[in-house]
């Protein structure tokens, strides 16, 4: 089992340092009790990173759980008896320094039940009968079923990865928490406004890994595309999410350092499977050939994509035979369906008489340079009239959820999918009603939903060629159109020390300094 984290091994050199870092996010950061709202966006896991800690943590040269406040190696399985044993030595801290104390098995029971509350445990189906701590450092889980298999371990293990320590009865009165943080991170929020929030370090030898060596972290909201203006004045000191822009803007300057941090956010033109034209597969392929994707990886220093999976997938289909860039045969897939051009060199719409019309959505912070590629090469097939709608993020999630009149044919849309996740949630007919975050597209297809189901209730070989069999299909029937996998990088200051790697969370925040 793969998890495939960004990691990176921080070697700490002595060096004389201030006492604050500074950065931004580009959204305001979610409330600070992990549990409140769930699935925390991306800015917030890292916030979590730096003043909470999981139970488990993901080692970084294995990618696989490994120990953190539970000890992986002294726990152990028997029959439907799951013993957990607490790491000793970890600490709650807060602005208040009377909320200040060491961790103890009942905080981790409670925690556990916080996670179960939110079904956030649910997908694993390890089926928690009881829990209950047996000594200062042992909690007993108690299981509905014999844990008999390696996999039935496993399901634990990747549950326990999701658990984020609170102290036992915190999330009773929000009010409390939200004036007092409280966590075990080796910084604790000390002030927080609407565009600002202040964390201050220990200062103390409470944190299990030692005294940070930073005083405090100062994190902004602040958008992308002014992040650069910040970090040239040392408004901030680390811009964590560049792109290739910032790299022209950054990449001989001696004063930055620049690191790639990530590239595995796909880069997706979703379909509208309700919208009558988008109900033709001829009509989506014609789309998918009209749009060059190798000018993506010239442009951006990107990477082509084929389907809904990149190649670090363990479902990718490797034979899956690519497109191309085919505009002519665009062209004549719309003649095959009846669309016939006008005078100017576009297509009509046979059944209403008037030009092909499309309705473009996407977030209306969205790079530029990518829309006006997309929305060029749609016109050169011969399709005239695109309706550009840039949104706001919850007027997307609005639309998508069918409590906006608004109609859309295309949605560009930037999504992360992991390493070892799969798509039932984005294309099983099932997840329509669960979610407007599932099956954006409402994309519908009986035989896709059975291979579905048999990949739910398969293992081993057989899951993996029903998982790249399922990409095959996806990619046939133009479920979604994949173009690009876009890189991130990380710009410095290079007096930040040492490097750190800010992409989902951050690993190590203890040892950062700034000269």
């Excluded at 909470?52 to 943590?57: A, G, P, R, V």
């Excluded at 600490?91 to 905080?107: A, G, H, M, Q």
């Excluded at 005239?384 to 709608?389: A, C, D, F, L, V």
Aim: hydrophobic share 35%; proline share 4%; charged share 20%.
């Amino acid at each position: 089992m793969n998890y495939k984290y960004i990691f990176i091994t921080f070697i700490y050199i002595g060096v004389f340092f201030t006492q604050t870092l500074k950065y931004a996010e580009e959204y305001p950061i979610g409330h600070s009790y992990p549990y409140k709202d769930y699935p925390p966006e991306r800015q917030t896991v890292r916030y979590f990173s730096l003043t909470h800690q999981y139970l488990l943590k993901d080692d970084a040269k294995s990618l696989l759980p490994s120990s953190n406040i539970i000890d992986l190696a002294g726990s152990s399985i028997n029959g439907n008896i799951f013993s957990l044993i607490m790491m000793s030595g970890w600490s709650f801290n807060s602005v208040d320094p009377d909320k200040v104390r060491e961790v103890i098995p009942n905080d981790i029971i409670y925690s556990i039940d916080e996670a179960k509350y939110l079904k956030i445990l649910n997908k694993f189906n390890i089926n928690m009968a009881s829990m209950r701590a047996e000594s200062s450092n042992k909690i007993i889980i108690t299981t509905n079923k014999q844990i008999l298999t390696e996999s039935d371990s496993l399901d634990i293990i990747n549950a326990l990865r999701r658990v984020i320590l609170v102290p036992a009865g915190s999330g009773n009165d929000m009010r409390i928490f939200s004036n007092y943080p409280i966590g075990a991170g080796p910084f604790y929020e000390s002030n927080r406004g609407a565009f600002e929030i202040s964390l201050s370090s220990t200062e103390t030898e409470d944190y299990y890994f030692g005294d940070p060596k930073l005083r405090d972290i100062n994190i902004q909201t602040a958008l992308k595309f002014v992040q650069g203006t910040m970090l040239l004045s040392q408004e901030i000191d680390i811009m964590i999410e560049g792109n290739i822009f910032d790299i022209i803007q950054f990449g001989d300057n001696s004063n930055f350092r620049i690191e790639q941090v990530g590239s595995d956010f796909l880069n997706l033109l979703v379909i509208n499977h309700e919208s009558r034209k988008m109900q033709s597969r001829k009509f989506r392929e014609a789309l998918a050939l009209a749009i060059d994707k190798e000018a993506f990886e010239d442009e951006l220093k990107a990477t082509m994509l084929h389907g809904p999976l990149s190649a670090a997938n363990d479902f990718h289909n490797v034979n899956i035979v690519p497109r191309g860039y085919d505009p002519d045969k665009a062209k004549d897939l719309l003649h095959s369906l009846g669309y016939y051009l006008d005078d100017t060199g576009y297509f009509q719409d046979p059944a209403t008489g008037a030009p092909i019309n499309l309705r473009f959505m996407y977030y209306r912070n969205e790079n530029d340079v990518v829309i006006n590629m997309i929305e060029d090469y749609i016109r050169k097939i011969g399709i005239r009239n695109i309706e550009m709608m840039a949104l706001s993020n919850p007027t997307i999630d609005d639309i998508l959820g069918n409590n906006n009149s608004v109609t859309w044919d295309l949605y560009f849309r930037t999504e992360k999918i992991k390493s070892n996740q799969f798509l039932r949630t984005y294309f099983h007919s099932d997840e329509i009603s669960k979610n407007p975050n599932n099956n954006w597209g409402k994309y519908r297809n009986n035989s896709i939903d059975l291979l579905f189901d048999s990949f739910q209730f398969s293992d081993g070989t057989n899951k993996m060629l029903i998982g790249q069999q399922i990409h095959e299909e996806l990619y046939k029937d133009v479920a979604i159109i994949g173009l690009f996998i876009s890189p991130t990088w990380a710009i410095y200051h290079s007096y930040v020390e040492p490097n750190i790697v800010p992409w989902y969370f951050f690993n190590k925040p203890h040892e950062w300094t700034v000269k």
